[in-house]
C-alpha cells in the first residue's frame, strides 16, 4: 500500500526564491489571468480585467482556466503565460 500526504515540504531557507522587482506602473503590460474554476472566479477576473483596462492602460490580457480547481494548471497553460504575460493574477472563486 502507498499512502501520500498532502502536506507539502516547508523550504528551508537556502531554499528562498528572490522576489523580482515591482513594476513602476502597469502601463503597456500585458496580465495573464489564472481561473482557478471555482464558482465566480470568471466574474472575479472579468472585473479585474475591467478594472486594469480603464485603470492601468494594460496592453493586453491573456486568460487561461484551469479544468478543475483540485488539479494544478497544466504546463502549457503556464508556459503559455510565462511567454506572454508580464505578470499573472491568480484568484479563487466562490
Do not use: W
Not at 11 to 36: Q, Y
Amino acid at each position: 500500500m502507498i499512502v501520500l500526504s498532502p502536506e507539502g515540504k516547508a523550504r528551508t531557507s537556502s531554499e528562498r526564491i528572490a522576489a523580482l522587482p515591482r513594476f513602476a506602473d502597469l502601463n503597456g503590460k500585458t496580465v495573464g489571468l489564472l481561473d482557478n474554476s471555482k464558482p465566480n472566479n470568471d466574474m472575479l477576473q472579468a472585473r479585474f480585467e475591467q478594472l486594469l483596462r480603464q485603470n492601468c492602460d494594460v496592453a493586453g490580457v491573456v486568460r487561461r482556466r484551469k479544468l478543475t480547481a483540485q488539479q494544478g494548471a497544466p504546463k502549457a497553460y503556464l508556459d503559455d503565460l510565462a511567454a506572454h504575460a508580464d505578470f499573472v493574477i491568480s484568484g479563487l472563486g466562490d
